[in-house]
């Protein structure tokens, strides 16, 4: 059963930094895209970015919002997916999830969310 | 960046009704379409993808359409667990954009 569990959300100040976690447990992790999802309180979906696998040099793609800001990076030794957020702004605080792309669908796979609130 | 937009916005149905949504991408995105269903308080479902593809498990009772710009998404004979918000996300290009989301709930 293919199992993404996030943590590390929570409350930090604006300008504060937060690193973002999701293990990975039930498929075949290191031949996967993985990405991060959000979704601010009460609003829609919003992509934030995907880190490619190991076949193509963990490359990485961000939305406009959290470039330069944000850095998507895997460990595929633990399953494990992150997700570095610096110079945090309030505008950033929603819940946060990791998704699995599977051949060309995009977002597969969700995990369950983890909530992160910049706020002072 | 692309631009996507669903119409319409919210809906009222009733059980066993037929319910088409309709999603507009700002340029030629071929079938790089994918459709989400998320409910109050949980993750989104991956529903659709390549704009007429069901995932497994996804019943046959949704169904997509479309190509370049103009996509839809039926469902036929709605469920109360059907009730829920639906979301289109263009990925032919990044950064990857949903669209607003269309609320369907109870009439």
């Known amino acids: 059963e293919v199992q993404l569990v996030e943590s590390g959300g929570g409350l930090v100040q604006p300008g504060g930094s937060l690193r973002l976690s999701c293990a990975a447990s039930?498929?075949?992790?290191?031949?996967?895209?993985m990405d991060w999802v959000r979704q601010a309180p009460g609003k829609g979906l919003e992509w934030v970015g995907r880190v490619r696998s190991k076949a193509y040099s963990y490359t990485t793609e961000y939305a406009a919002s959290v470039k330069g800001r944000f850095t998507v990076s895997r460990d595929d030794s633990k399953t494990s997916l992150f997700l570095q957020m610096s110079s945090l702004k309030t505008e950033d605080s929603a819940i946060y999830y990791c998704?699995?792309?599977?051949?060309?669908?995009?977002?597969?796979?969700w995990g369950q969310g983890i909530l992160v609130t910049v706020s002072s | 960046d692309i631009q996507m937009t669903q119409s319409p916005s919210s809906l009222s149905a009733s059980v066993g009704d037929r319910v088409t949504i309709t999603c507009r991408a700002s340029q030629d995105i071929s079938t790089s379409l994918a459709w989400f269903q998320q409910k109050p308080g949980k993750a989104p479902k991956s529903l659709i993808y390549a704009a007429t593809t069901l995932e497994s498990g996804v019943p046959s009772k949704f169904s997509g359409s479309g190509s370049g710009t103009d996509f839809t998404l039926t469902i036929i004979s709605l469920q109360p667990e059907d009730f829920a918000t639906y979301y289109c996300q263009q990925y032919k290009y990044y950064p990857f954009i949903f669209g607003p989301g269309t609320k369907v709930d109870l009439k």
């Open positions: 039930g498929f075949t992790f290191s031949d996967r895209y």
């Open positions: 998704t699995i792309t599977e051949g060309i669908s995009p977002h597969v796979y």
